[in-house]
């Protein structure tokens, strides 16, 4: 993915769960789950910009599978699945 995606503002409202999204991917859904966790107790700018380094790298190594791919595109086009 490219600076401009990860830069979207909305990897942020997600991890900070602001906004829930239904994701496909079993990995992505662990992930996101631990990271909101440890977020809920210390969501300090650095902690919040690792999380979100750490999913997107794993989208980004996975992308070629179907459900990685699904979720990608549905957090980058919010008018989708996403649960405000």
Do not use: C
Not at 22 to 44: E, P, V
Not at 52 to 78: G, R
């Amino acid at each position: 993915m490219s600076d401009v995606q990860m830069q979207n503002p909305i990897w942020n409202d997600i991890l900070l769960g602001k906004i829930q999204v239904d994701l496909k991917f079993l990995a992505g859904k662990i992930l996101l789950s631990r990271w909101q966790l440890a977020l809920r107790r210390d969501f300090s700018p650095i902690n919040l910009e690792r999380a979100k380094a750490d999913v997107i790298t794993l989208y980004e190594n996975n992308i070629h599978l179907a459900n990685a791919k699904k979720d990608v595109e549905s957090i980058l086009n919010p008018t989708h699945s996403l649960v405000r």
